[in-house]
């Protein structure tokens, strides 16, 4: 039990002198070093936060000699790859382009990495674990780095304010519009800090969250003969159905039971289930 007490700086040596798949325990220390983003609350001023565009790519740690994903486990990212990243740690998220979460994570969770598709992997680099002064200082101090790097497939992520929370929200519709999933606001003058907390949000023209598939039921008409939706099981024991958003290609070959899928909706009925749910992902075990 004595990796429990390892504060982050000790833990952050560990990762770096070991390639070995992480043990659950390490895993959730992992996890506890990543910074995670509540939803937006409407209402909130956004003038002392800095904001993103929020990425659809994976979460990754880079600590100066080893990548990461958030879970602890490593990446088997091509050594070209790492070669090219700067001795600094770095939380970011592996990204091709804005609706190619699928085909990025098809090819950074293989186990042997192909060197010709992680050509097209940009890391895009939004913090320094650990760094000093508030998340405005972090993020210039990050800026440097990445600019000095010159390095095609490390970019640093933009960060803007904004001037109220209509501003914000005509940003977002840009954003969306264009293709984007939405925002992230990050507090300028937070420290560096784990853990899910209101320093960190995300805005999004829709909800979104996970549920269990517990079982399959049959389609009707043009889907006869395929799924035609998953029953789905939140944390909270709430049951409903989701039909809506599958593919071909998922109704002929569905989510297994037992998988965890996240899905998007609007609202939620005075019995707290989600309106308009529309099947997402499904998420991929890290």
């Keep these: 039990m004595k990796q429990q007490c390892l504060n982050r700086r000790q833990f952050l040596s560990v990762l770096a002198v070991t390639a070995l798949s992480v043990s659950p325990l390490r895993a959730k220390i992992a996890n506890e070093l990543v910074l995670l983003a509540q939803d937006y609350r409407s209402g909130t001023d956004p003038r002392p936060f800095l904001v993103s565009e929020k990425l659809d790519g994976v979460r990754a740690i880079w600590d100066g000699k080893v990548l990461r994903f958030r879970s602890g486990r490593l990446i088997a990212a091509p050594p070209s ?13 592996l990204w091709l382009a804005r609706g190619q979460f699928d085909a990025l994570s098809g090819i950074v969770r293989k186990a042997e990495p192909i060197e010709a598709e992680w050509q097209r992997v940009i890391y895009m680099a939004f913090e320094m674990p650990n760094g000093e002064g508030g998340f405005r200082e972090r993020s210039a101090a990050l800026k440097k780095i990445v600019t000095a790097a010159a390095n095609p497939q490390l970019r640093w992520v933009e960060q803007y304010q904004v001037a109220n929370e209509a501003a914000l929200r ?25 853990g899910r907390n209101e320093a960190l949000q995300k805005m999004k023209p829709l909800a979104d969250a996970e549920a269990v598939v517990i079982a399959h039921l049959p389609g009707k008409g043009r889907h006869k003969g395929k799924l035609g939706a998953l029953q789905m099981r939140t944390a909270e024991g709430v049951e409903f159905r989701l039909g809506t958003g599958l593919s071909d290609a998922q109704r002929a070959d569905p989510p297994k039971i037992g998988s965890t899928v996240t899905y998007i909706y609007r609202d939620k009925t005075p019995q707290g289930k989600p309106r308009f749910a529309s099947f997402l992902r499904v998420k991929l075990e890290e």
């Design 170 to 194: 005509r940003k977002l519709e840009e954003v969306v519009q264009q293709g984007g999933e939405g925002l992230v606001l990050h507090r300028a003058d937070a420290p560096y800090m784990t």
């Design 81 to 93: 790859f790492l070669a090219k990243l700067p001795p600094a740690s770095i939380d970011g998220e």
